[in-house]
């Protein structure tokens, strides 16, 4: 009978699961805190374990446990996380999301991982719901190199353009049109908010003259 017990838990631990990133959405709920709304799908019945985060400068990583459940359907969650953020203050924040199984059956094995995703925004949150999809195309249409001189042509429409630094903290905001010229920074990393009408995206420039 205790042959039989183990080759099941040794069956289960061989089954090679496919858990997936579908949707992250962020929404604030006070000036202090956003939420992470997590949609996650998988091809077979799984379960939220647990959840770590992990918060350094504007860096912040959310690493979320699921465990196998009994089904043979395509299976589908949503679990949502409260983050800490610094309040009433404009910042950009580098977003980390990684989902992993955690195999409860064999002692000590380490968590897999499924998914990852990786993103930016920043706060005030433009929207009362901020969406993001992996994948997210440009919405304004232009190109952009990374590393950058210090010149980025961003056609016709007029901008508002805010950038900030590596850590987050805004250092410009202005009126752009047709071209940016940012030649007068230092080299760096630097995260550029551009707003036009209600169309909102950031994007890392990485500033090498």
Do not use: C
Not at 46 to 63: A, C, P, V
Not at 66 to 92: H, Q
Not at 184 to 197: A, I, M, S, T, V
């Amino acid at each position: 009978m205790k042959k039989i017990q183990l080759l099941a838990v040794l069956l289960l631990s061989q089954i090679n699961y496919a858990l997936n990133i579908h949707q992250i959405r962020l929404s604030e709920i006070s000036p202090s805190a956003i939420n992470v709304s997590l949609d996650t799908e998988a091809r077979e019945l799984y379960y939220f374990h647990s959840w770590k985060l992990q918060i350094s400068g504007n860096k912040i990583t959310i690493e979320a446990f699921y465990i196998e459940g009994f089904g043979s359907t395509i299976a589908y969650l949503n679990n949502n996380f409260d983050i800490p953020i610094v309040p009433r203050k404009s910042m950009i924040y580098d977003l980390n999301v990684r989902v992993y199984y955690k195999n409860v059956h064999v002692f000590q094995t380490p968590p897999s991982l499924q998914d990852q995703w990786s993103g930016i925004f920043s706060t005030p949150l433009s929207t009362p719901t901020f969406i993001t999809v992996p994948n997210e195309e440009n919405p304004f249409n232009f190109r952009y190199q990374n590393p950058n001189p210090g010149f980025m042509n961003i056609g016709p429409q007029q901008m508002v353009l805010y950038i900030f630094d590596d850590t987050g903290i805004r250092i410009e905001n202005k009126q752009v049109r047709e071209n940016i010229d940012f030649s007068h920074l230092p080299n760096g990393k630097y995260y550029f908010r551009l707003e036009y009408q209600n169309t909102v995206k950031t994007i890392p420039i990485i500033l090498k003259k």
